[in-house]
């Protein structure tokens, strides 16, 4: 008789190989494809050059804008753990050049942590995070994002990306996939940095309206009619 449990791992590992294998290339079709207009990227290079390490916060309902633009850079991402999904964001951001550091809230997410706190000490790091995930509340920064700033005196660069042509997806919130074939924008927003005694509703309230701002103006720009 079967062992339903073999059959679920030989099952994951199967998902797993055929996602990190087609995934970059179904990526890479679809993002570039498009024509792209970046705007606001000397703000986080002119940090990294000053020695400063790097948060780029982006909503998660945007992330793969952000993910695909600065694709092979050797930046640091991250991803969950022991889930199929997880293993394919991780290998996906590997083929795509990115370092990927494994946890989440909920599964290692400690070890995740202290992780990015010493990437982050290190001078010139750039660590990509979604301050609203992985599992929301949509467009409400968590904790993580900010102590990590304080934490180690890294600049939070906000960014935003929106293309003209997108499939969307609605779970906790509505994750946009670009199509082939349109334009895309990516805005880099103004360098925010916190102070080691600043309290967390004002800082998060500073990151959000930041964000909101820079989400606004990006779909702006590709004609995306107001959604909320």
Not at 18 to 27: A, D, K, N, Q, S
Not at 47 to 76: C, D, E, P, R
Not at 79 to 88: F, L, M, Q, V
Not at 148 to 167: D, L
């Amino acid at each position: 008789m079967a062992n339903p449990e073999n059959e679920k791992k030989l099952k994951n590992r199967f998902l797993v190989w055929v996602g990190t294998l087609i995934g970059p290339r179904l990526l890479r079709f679809l993002y570039n494809t498009n024509s792209w207009e970046i705007e606001g990227a000397n703000h986080y290079e002119k940090a990294v050059k000053n020695g400063k390490s790097v948060i780029i916060a982006s909503w998660h309902s945007t992330l793969l804008t952000v993910f695909m633009g600065l694709s092979n850079k050797n930046f640091y991402g991250m991803a969950g753990n022991h889930h199929p999904e997880a293993e394919i964001i991780s290998g996906i951001g590997n083929k795509l050049g990115w370092q990927v550091i494994r946890g989440s809230s909920t599964d290692g997410g400690k070890k995740a942590y202290n992780d990015m706190l010493g990437a982050l000490k290190k001078p010139g790091t750039v660590f990509a995070i979604t301050p609203d995930g992985p599992q929301g509340p949509a467009k409400r920064p968590k904790a993580g994002t900010i102590r990590a700033a304080q934490k180690t005196s890294a600049v939070i660069i906000p960014t935003a990306g929106q293309s003209t042509k997108r499939w969307s997806f609605k779970n906790w919130d509505t994750f946009y996939l670009t199509k082939p074939f349109g334009r895309t924008v990516l805005l880099f927003g103004s360098p925010i940095e916190f102070s080691n005694t600043g309290g967390f509703e004002a800082c998060s309230e500073q990151l959000r309206k930041a964000l909101n701002k820079l989400e606004k103006e990006a779909e702006r720009r590709v004609g995306m009619e107001k959604t909320d």
